[in-house]
């Protein structure tokens, strides 16, 4: 369905009006999606509100910390630390027993 020159004047009055693009689409016959693809590419765009004439800044609610709110405190804390030492050397036989095992295991 194509847009004649009669359906676009009357798509621009009703949206200069104020009507949404559903009741535009549901007056013409088009689909809301078709509506706004011709009012996209007409240029109409819907003017920003305007702001109000005092708007308040509202301060941020102060926030509880979040251990706050845990029923019972940790007893003690853990240290994640990684040992620099060398790591673990193993001889021939270990590592073919390790092998062995892991292909026991997979099949």
Not at 24 to 30: C, E, H, N, Q, T
Not at 55 to 67: C, D, F, G, S
Request: a positive charge; hydrophobic letters at 40%.
């Amino acid at each position: 369905m194509s847009w004649d020159a009669k359906d676009v004047a009357l798509l621009t009055k009703l949206w200069t009006v104020g009507q949404s693009a559903e009741q535009i689409a549901r007056r013409l016959g088009y689909s809301r999606n078709a509506v706004c693809a011709k009012l996209t590419r007409l240029g109409l765009k819907r003017g920003h509100k305007p702001p109000t004439a005092k708007p308040q800044i509202r301060p941020v609610p102060k926030r509880i910390p979040a251990l706050a709110a845990c029923a019972s405190p940790v007893a003690k804390k853990v240290s994640r630390k990684v040992s620099a030492g060398k790591p673990k050397e193993f001889t021939k036989r270990q590592l073919y027993a390790m092998l062995a095992e892991a292909v026991r295991n997979t099949s």
